[in-house]
Nanobody, 122 residues
Framework: QVQPVESGGGLVQPGGSLRLSCAAS????????IGWFRQAPGEEREFVAR????????DYADSVRGRFTISRDNAKNTVSLRMNSLKPEDTAVYYC?????WGLGTSDYNYWGQGTQVTVSS
C-alpha cells in the first residue's frame, strides 16, 4: 500500500513562491507515476502536473506551465512541486496522487494524499 503525504502549503503573497513535497512509504512508490492536482472551493479537482516513474517525462496544465516545476527523488521516495510567480487563482487544496498508468484524469490515480492548502493573497 502506498500512502502519499503532502507538505509545504501555506499563505504566500502574489508573485511569491512555494515548494510542495509529497512523500510516501512503500517500495513501489518509485515505480509509480506521480501527479499533482488542486481543488478550489466550489470547483472540480483539476490536473496541475505529473511526472513519470523514472522522472524522464513531465507534463503541466496550461495554467501553470512555465511557473511550476515538478521533480522527484526516488532514492528518498519524494516528489516536489516548485511553484513560482504565484497568483490568487492558484489558491486551492493541492493533492499528490500516485498512478500505475500515465493518465491525466483523477480516475487514473490509485492513491491519494489528504491535501495541503495553498493560499495566495496579499
Amino acid at each position: 500500500q502506498v500512502q502519499p503525504v503532502e507538505s509545504g502549503g501555506g499563505l504566500v503573497q502574489p508573485g511569491g513562491s512555494l515548494r510542495l513535497s509529497c512523500a510516501a512509504s512503500g517500495r513501489t512508490f518509485s515505480h509509480l507515476h506521480i501527479g499533482w492536482f488542486r481543488q478550489a472551493p466550489g470547483e472540480e479537482r483539476e490536473f496541475v502536473a505529473r511526472i513519470s516513474w523514472s522522472g524522464s517525462r513531465t507534463d503541466y496544465a496550461d495554467s501553470v506551465r512555465g511557473r511550476f516545476t515538478i521533480s522527484r527523488d526516488n532514492a528518498k521516495n519524494t516528489v516536489s512541486l516548485r511553484m513560482n510567480s504565484l497568483k490568487p487563482e492558484d489558491t486551492a487544496v493541492y493533492y499528490c496522487a500516485a498512478a500505475r498508468t500515465w493518465g491525466l484524469g483523477t480516475s487514473d490515480y490509485n492513491y491519494w494524499g489528504q491535501g495541503t492548502q495553498v493560499t495566495v493573497s496579499s
